[in-house]
Nanobody, 126 residues
C-alpha cells in the first residue's frame, strides 16, 4: 500500500509564498501520475495542479496556473507545490494524490486518484 504525506503548510500573509512537499513511502513519482488538490471549509475538493509520471506534462487549474508550480524532487519519492503570491482564498487543506493507472487528464477529478495523504493546512491572512 502506497503511503504519501504532505508537509510545509502554515500561515502566511497575502502575497507571500509557501512550498509544500509530498513524500511517498516508495519511489513512485517516476512511475505514477500525481497531483495536488485542496479543500476549503464547506467546499468540495478542487484540483490545483498535476505532473505526469514522466515529468513532461504539468497541468493547473486556471486560477492557479500563473502562481503555482508542481515539480519533482531529485529523490524519486518527492514532489513539490510551490505557491507564490498567495491570496486569502487560497486558504485550504492541501492534499497530495497519486494515480497508479497513469490516466492523467488536464483537469482531473479527485475520483481519478487512489492514494491520498492526510493533508496540510495552508492559511493566508489579508
Amino acid at each position: 500500500q502506497v503511503q504519501v504525506a504532505e508537509s510545509g503548510g502554515g500561515s502566511v500573509q497575502a502575497g507571500g509564498s509557501l512550498r509544500l512537499s509530498c513524500t511517498a513511502s516508495e519511489s513512485i513519482f517516476r512511475s505514477y501520475d500525481s497531483a495536488w488538490f485542496r479543500q476549503a471549509p464547506g467546499k468540495e475538493r478542487e484540483f490545483v495542479g498535476a505532473i505526469s509520471w514522466r515529468g513532461d506534462n504539468t497541468y493547473y487549474a486556471d486560477s492557479m496556473k500563473d502562481r503555482f508550480t508542481v515539480s519533482r524532487g531529485n529523490a524519486k519519492n518527492t514532489i513539490y507545490l510551490q505557491m507564490n503570491n498567495l491570496k486569502p482564498e487560497d486558504t485550504a487543506v492541501y492534499y497530495c494524490a497519486v494515480d497508479p493507472r497513469n490516466w492523467l487528464a488536464p483537469h482531473p477529478t479527485a475520483a481519478a486518484f487512489d492514494y491520498w495523504g492526510q493533508g496540510t493546512q495552508v492559511t493566508v491572512s489579508s
